[in-house]
């Protein structure tokens, strides 16, 4: 298994039921949209994943723990 497979399962394990099932909704439609519909999905998921609306901090990373992401 490739290391960003890896840190997908260590993502999806973390994830509630609704997130799951919302996550499987995104990327079916992902999988059925043609090729500009899949860049608008992809820029919108990474700017919501980038940029936290309403947020007043600014988050650096875990502290004494790993990053549920990397593993790291």
């Known amino acids: 298994m490739t ?6 399962l ?3 394990a973390s994830l509630t039921q ?3 099932d919302e996550a499987v909704d995104l990327l079916n439609e992902f999988q059925r949209a043609n090729r500009s519909r899949k860049e608008e ?3 919108e ?4 994943s980038y ?3 309403g947020s007043t901090t600014m ?3 875990p ?3 790993g990053c549920v992401y990397c593993g790291k």
Request: charged share 30%.
């Open 18 to 20: 609704a997130e799951r």
């Open 41 to 43: 999905i992809a820029m």
């Open 3 to 8: 290391d960003k497979a890896k840190r997908v």
């Open 51 to 53: 940029f936290t609306k």
């Open 63 to 65: 502290l004494g723990g």
């Open 45 to 48: 998921s990474l700017s919501e």
């Open 10 to 12: 260590a993502v999806w």
């Open 59 to 61: 988050n650096f990373g």
